[in-house]
């Protein structure tokens, strides 16, 4: 199986920065695509910033210009460096692996365990 380890979280203040990062280690044939998802209380999970190993990223309108996905594919890394930090950015935070295990089966979803990130305003 995969196993995502998630760190970076934590207590910042309005207009602060934080970094999170993720390595995934496992039974990884191919990465399809790594992400950073977050959860608000009584909100659903929604998407912060997704990079597909294809090509490109893809950005939520929110977080747009503020925050910054990138990779490791030597270490199966995913990185979100997130500045100007908003209260409303106030969530948990989830990695997520979009990855194939073998040749034979078809890619699937990991998650990360979540990291907490608080914005003080």
């Known amino acids: 199986q995969v196993q995502l380890v998630e760190s970076g979280g934590g207590l910042v203040q309005a207009g602060g920065s934080l970094r999170l990062s993720c390595a995934a280690s496992?039974?990884?044939?191919?990465?399809?695509?790594m992400g950073w998802y977050r959860q608000a209380p009584g909100k659903q999970r929604e998407l912060v910033a997704l990079?597909?190993?294809?090509?490109?990223?893809n950005y939520a309108d929110s977080v747009k210009g503020r925050f910054t996905i990138s990779r490791d594919n030597t270490k199966n890394t995913v990185y979100l460096q997130m500045n100007s930090l908003k209260p409303e950015d106030t969530a948990v935070y989830y990695c997520n692996v979009y990855c194939r295990t073998s040749a034979i089966f078809p890619a699937r979803d990991y998650w990360g365990q979540g990291t907490q990130v608080t914005v003080s305003s």
């Open positions: 990079m597909p190993s294809s090509s490109g990223t």
């Open positions: 496992g039974s990884i044939f191919r990465i399809n695509a």
